[in-house]
């Protein structure tokens, strides 16, 4: 397995654990999701912006007000390294309040991880759902009740973690009978009740189309003591046919295999998730451009084949400077109407000759194979002129402000790995000019 499917591999697991991942990165003073959207920001175009101005907004918006100096605090990046090493975990935890689309606040567990090899620079943010212990039936199994302080915690702990992960988990005895299910299992088979599944086995549920299969693999496990991957099964779910992989470990005690652990995952939910994921990690939310991370990607293939080929490429950056103004004259929505608008009109220009990105806020990106800077020079005023040529956007007026910049691979000391950013600080120079 390379390293990028091991990665993708983690990411995915990442995906079933929580319900919202970000990637926080300090240095950039940044943040941006790793896995899905963030249905907590209200505008997308934040995501990718200044990090601590968003923690401030949410601190705002949705963290219940009691907790915002303690979400703050938990929230401060420049603390954030030192307070994972002293945890000794290589996390950080704690649960807030945060508010609801309905404006009700539920309990979230945020956990935030750095992330090796990084010199503490970055860090996953990860939400999931919370239960508070000893409250809900589900956290305290009165089979327990009668154990020492740390068994009972122990036990609490475990069953707030199955209950609420997306994993579709289950556990059994060397009989094959179930003793535990997470909330996701039920859910996907339509249980209310665990009761209508724990102390029964796989046969008295009569959901599988072919039993014999799957019970041959599961006393192979109980037997040999082999887990098992990846075994793929037909069920019934919901008076429906789907398809399942399963995987399975042994349980022992004291030597002696007392039972099976194991979950599994719907193929066509697994599909549609990488899909989203695929197309989530490529796009920008806003415009429906190339984001900057896939924009990355081909300024490495371009970079080959300059060092391959001697093949030269040139970089554009365009930004609206009276993006602030837009959204100050109407608000938010529009000003990303007007992103998008923007994006549309560099990509009728751009056809097929270059790649377009927008990288955040109201800047663009234009990458493209050219043999001289008169010829790139050239194409940047077009697009600045054809941008600053908008004059409405859904009947209202709107006065767009553009600069650029733009450099080619093969001027003198210039290289694939500085290209951009020298081209982004030239092009904040000319902002103020």
Same mark, same amino acid.
């Given at each position: 397995?390379s390293?990028?499917?091991?990665?993708?591999?983690?990411?995915?697991?990442?995906?079933?654990?929580?319900?919202?991942?970000?990637?926080?990165?300090?240095?950039?003073?940044?943040?941006?999701?790793l896995?899905?959207?963030f249905?907590?920001?209200?505008?997308?175009?934040?995501?990718?912006?200044?990090?601590?101005?968003?923690?401030?907004?949410?601190?705002?918006?949705i963290?219940?007000?009691?907790?915002k100096?303690?979400?703050?605090?938990?929230?401060?990046?420049?603390?954030?390294?030192?307070?994972?090493?002293?945890?000794?975990?290589?996390?950080?935890?704690?649960?807030?309040?945060?508010?609801?689309?309905?404006?009700?606040?539920?309990?979230?567990?945020?956990?935030? *991880?750095?992330?090796?090899?990084?010199?503490?620079?970055?860090?996953l943010?990860?939400?999931r759902?919370? *239960?508070?212990?000893?409250?809900d039936?589900?956290?305290?199994?009165?089979?327990?009740?009668?154990?020492?302080?740390?068994?009972?915690?122990?036990?609490?702990?475990?069953?707030?973690?199955?209950?609420?992960?997306r994993i579709?988990?289950?556990?059994?005895?060397?009989?094959?009978?179930?003793?535990?299910v997470?909330?996701?299992?039920?859910?996907?088979?339509?249980?209310?009740?665990?009761?209508?599944?724990?102390?029964?086995?796989?046969?008295?549920?009569?959901?599988?189309?072919?039993?014999?299969?799957?019970?041959?693999?599961e006393?192979?496990?109980?037997?040999?003591?082999?887990?098992?991957?990846?075994?793929?099964?037909?069920?019934?779910?919901k008076?429906?046919?789907?398809?399942?992989?399963?995987?399975?470990?042994?349980?022992?005690?004291?030597?002696?295999?007392i039972?099976?652990?194991?979950?599994?995952?719907?193929?066509?939910?697994?599909?549609?998730?990488?899909?989203?994921?695929?197309?989530?990690?490529?796009?920008?939310?806003?415009?429906?451009?190339?984001?900057?991370?896939?924009?990355?990607e081909? *300024?490495?293939?371009?970079?080959?084949?300059?060092?391959?080929?001697?093949k030269?490429?040139?970089?554009?950056?365009?930004?609206?400077?009276?993006?602030?103004?837009?959204?100050?004259?109407?608000?938010?929505?529009?000003?990303?109407?007007v992103?998008?608008?923007?994006?549309?009109?560099?990509?009728?220009i751009?056809?097929?000759?270059?790649?377009?990105?927008?990288?955040?806020?109201?800047?663009?990106?234009?990458?493209?194979?050219?043999?001289?800077?008169?010829?790139?020079?050239?194409?940047?005023?077009?697009?600045?002129?054809?941008?600053?040529?908008?004059?409405?956007?859904?009947?209202?007026?709107?006065?767009?402000?553009?600069?650029?910049?733009?450099?080619?691979?093969?001027?003198?000391? *210039?290289?694939?790995?500085?290209?951009?950013?020298?081209?982004?600080?030239e092009?904040?120079?000319?902002e103020?000019?």
């Open positions: 397995m390293e990028l499917e091991a990665l993708d591999s983690k990411l995915r697991e990442i995906n079933l654990l929580f319900e919202d991942v970000l990637l926080l990165n300090h240095r950039d003073n940044s943040l941006a999701p896995l899905g959207g249905r907590y920001v209200d505008n997308p175009d934040y995501l990718y912006s200044n990090y601590k101005h968003n923690v401030e907004r949410a601190s705002e918006n963290i219940y007000p009691t907790e100096k303690r979400y703050l605090e938990f929230m401060d990046l420049d603390t954030m390294k030192s307070r994972i090493d002293k945890s000794g975990k290589g996390y950080v935890e704690s649960v807030f309040r945060v508010k609801q689309e309905d404006g009700s606040f539920k309990h979230k567990d945020l956990i935030i *991880m750095q992330i090796p090899a990084t010199n503490g620079n970055e860090f943010f990860c939400m759902p919370y *239960m508070m212990i000893g409250i039936d589900y956290m305290f199994d009165n089979r327990v009740g009668n154990a020492d302080e740390s068994v009972i915690e122990f036990a609490n702990l475990w069953r707030n973690a199955i209950w609420n992960t579709k988990v289950f556990w059994k005895d060397k009989n094959r009978v179930f003793r535990g997470s909330r996701s299992f039920m859910d996907y088979f339509g249980i209310d009740n665990e009761n209508d599944i724990i102390g029964k086995t796989d046969d008295e549920r009569q959901w599988f189309l072919d039993e014999n299969m799957f019970k041959k693999d006393l192979g496990v109980l037997n040999t003591g082999k887990p098992v991957s990846n075994i793929t099964i037909r069920v019934i779910a008076g429906s046919a789907k398809v399942i992989v399963i995987s399975m470990i042994p349980v022992y005690k004291n030597d002696e295999i039972g099976t652990m194991g979950y599994f995952v719907d193929v066509e939910e697994d599909r549609k998730k990488q899909e989203q994921m695929d197309i989530l990690k490529m796009t920008d939310p806003v415009t429906g451009l190339i984001n900057i991370h896939t924009f990355m081909s *300024m490495i293939d371009l970079a080959l084949q300059y060092e391959e080929k001697k030269d490429y040139g970089l554009i950056l365009l930004k609206n400077t009276r993006h602030d103004r837009i959204v100050e004259s109407y608000d938010e929505e529009f000003a990303n109407k992103l998008r608008k923007m994006g549309q009109v560099i990509l009728d751009a056809g097929d000759k270059a790649v377009v990105a927008r990288t955040r806020e109201s800047i663009f990106a234009v990458l493209m194979p050219v043999s001289n800077y008169d010829d790139l020079r050239a194409y940047q005023d077009k697009l600045k002129n054809s941008l600053n040529a908008i004059t409405e956007v859904e009947g209202l007026s709107i006065t767009p402000r553009v600069k650029g910049a733009c450099h080619m691979r093969s001027e003198q000391g *210039m290289s694939d790995a500085g290209i951009f950013d020298i081209t982004r600080r092009l904040a120079d000319t103020n000019s």
